[in-house]
């Protein structure tokens, strides 16, 4: 179901419309409240992985929230609560996790989707919620999480809140790999290079293509790897792509 459930949100379109590229992680809040208005929701956050591939070094960190910092609650009693179920569910799937809070009307309740959710421990903190994990790989893992006095979410919410969860945290990587580019941008040449080596053509045809000698086109496709910090030619064209650069 875990699979099944992912490719379902992945195909359920993001509502709110970008109009520009974020340029800063502020520019998701209007995002992020709007989600939290459609699930009824109190407060936000929005929880990240490190880049660690050890087990032991692992953590969750809070990178947005909207939790009152005088408040009873606040993203790092999530993390101090359940910080460690996050991370283990994190490793095995995909599936929303439920709380309910200390009080006995703080519940989580999702009567059509029941079976396909996982409970934290209740009890444990004054508020309850939900958590969606998000899982893009090593450097995009992490949760959107939403917390209320009392959340009734139907399967269809999830859905659509998850489908914009993955949305947002591919966004956030894009933003975090632009921030984390070299200064020196691509020359159109190079651009050019890594298009076509994108489109699948070797050296030799790229050459043939834009008028230029195989080494030439090396020398652009090798320049062009060094600026974007990559290992490799695949390595890349994947992050031009990322980056906008390349279709």
């Known amino acids: 179901m875990s699979g099944n459930f992912i ?3 992945r195909t359920v379109p993001d509502p709110v419309k970008r109009h520009s590229k974020a340029v800063s992680r502020s520019d998701f809040f209007p995002r992020l409240v709007a989600m ?21 070094r692992r953590k969750l960190t ?19 609560a359940y910080g460690p ?12 996790l439920l709380w309910n809070g200390k ?9 059509d989707f029941a079976a396909f959710v996982t409970r934290l421990k209740n009890r444990v903190l004054p508020v309850c919620g939900i958590a969606l994990p998000v899982r893009l790989g090593s450097m995009g893992n992490g949760y959107t999480v939403f917390a209320a006095n009392y959340l ?33 941008v691509l020359s159109n040449r190079e651009i050019a290079c890594l298009q ?13 293509q834009l008028g230029l000698s195989v080494h030439t086109v090396n020398a652009y496709l090798a320049s ?11 390595q890349a064209i994947a992050k031009a792509i990322r980056l906008g650069y390349i279709a």
Request: aromatic share 2%; charged share 25%.
């Open 7 to 9: 490719r379902e949100a």
């Open 36 to 56: 939290q208005r459609f699930a009824h929701a109190r407060n936000f956050a929005v929880l990240k992985t490190n880049n660690s591939g050890l087990p032991s």
């Open 62 to 80: 809070c990178i947005l929230d909207n939790f009152p910092t005088d408040g009873e609650v606040a993203a790092s009693s999530i993390l101090e």
């Open 85 to 96: 179920a996050l991370l283990d569910h994190l490793e095995v799937s995909s599936l929303p």
């Open 103 to 111: 009080d006995d009307t703080q519940t989580a309740e999702t009567p």
């Open 152 to 184: 009734d979410i139907t399967s269809e919410i999830i859905i659509d809140l998850h489908a914009r969860s993955h949305q947002m945290m591919m966004d956030l990587l894009v933003l975090d790999e632009r921030r984390s580019a070299p200064d020196e």
């Open 196 to 208: 076509l080596a994108g489109d699948g053509l070797v050296s030799e045809e790229i050459a043939g």
């Open 224 to 234: 062009a790897t060094v600026k974007l910090d990559s290992v490799n030619r695949i």
